[in-house]
């Protein structure tokens, strides 16, 4: 997954709005039950796993950059991948976004098989307080970067995971297109 400002913008502008909605959620989410095993705000997912792709791969937590655009994960930890912090934590209401790598400069990355996942193989996200949120896939979509689905994979419910795909794009040294896997809990 090449690094590029202009795609970065695309998800930048979705992690706000994302960001607003979670904050507008947060702020009215004085009825939940306090029979959680940790506060929501301690709850974070650890681990993915995905049978059908016979991956597992742990979890960290992106956030933003001081220009404003979402982390990715570091190329240093291709197995990794990385929470959108800002996202609903995955078996909460809202949209949950994972990001990964397909691909490092000389091998495959942690997403580099996402493409092959087909409707109804379950997706299993471990979290910090215990649980597990399991989704089943409903749709994996490949989508031209100027054509990123911002409100749909950063506002609408469910888990969604995100990669690059596609084309290489040599004169720019970035992928034409990004992978994007819609799941709903199950």
Known sequence: MAESPRWLK????GAITGMVLFAM?????GDRDDDQAEPRAAVVPRNLDIPALDLEAPLMKLGMTS????????YEKPSTAGWFKHSAVPGDDGASVIIGHVDTKTAPAVFYKLKQLRKGQKIRVERSDGKTAEYSVDSVEQVHKDRFPTRRVYVEDGLRLVTCGGTFDWATHEYRDNIIVY????
């Open 25 to 29: 959620r947060a702020a009215g989410d």
């Open 10 to 13: 695309i998800v930048a502008a």
């Open 183 to 186: 799941a709903s809990r199950t």
């Open 67 to 74: 220009g404003g655009e979402v982390e990715l994960p570091p």
